[in-house]
């Protein structure tokens, strides 16, 4: 046997053991597969051998329970800018206009009174919860940390705190348009403890959406 015959016949051989030993990982794959064990969906191919490479589909369901928190977010903050635009004097509130025929019509009562002081908290507690990995103790430190802004800003309206803080903002030399805001909010904001209560109830339901969506996961992946 020739130098060439001899080079042939031995790649010959390697491509037949390697084609086997594919084979056998496969059906070792699908043996798996079927008792129920994990595999990644990968199959190798080798040149010459028709045999595609399979990925295993992507898990869909984290980019599922985040568009749901980001959804029921956006319904929250929608049903805060109604509170403004019927029950409030949105000229008070930046970046709402005001709707005459809307104006003044009262439509939550004396729900809207404080209702917004807990949506705020809710809605972005779900935007930020989104944002994170999914079964995460983070969610939670999110509703905890927007409740705590919330609660940081009402306090910052009190008579005894909103002087201190106008005259550290003016004292700054701020010119800007959100610090020329943070002090009007400061200046003309009214203190309410209920506010405070209401921030604290938001954030406790963002926690309670967070951990439904979380157990919604954790049936599916059981399933």
Known sequence: MNLKRLVSHFAWQSSEALFTATRLGGRAGTRRRAQGGATDGRVFSIPGCVR???LA??????SADAA???MM???ALALGLIVYLTDRNAAHAALIPTVAWLSGSNLFGALGQWLPAAIHPFAFSLFTA????SCSASRYGACAAWCAVNIAFELGQHPLVSGY?????????D?????RMLAKYFLHGTFDGADMIAAVLGALAAAAVVRGVQQGQE???AA
């Open 73 to 75: 977010g956006g319904v």
């Open 175 to 179: 010119q800007s348009v959100p610090g």
């Open 52 to 54: 595609p490479l399979v």
């Open 219 to 221: 049936k599916n992946h």
């Open 165 to 173: 803080l106008i005259g550290a903002l003016q004292a700054s030399g």
């Open 57 to 62: 589909p992507a898990d869909s369901s984290k």
């Open 68 to 70: 749901l928190l980001v």
């Open 130 to 133: 989104a944002a994170l990995p």
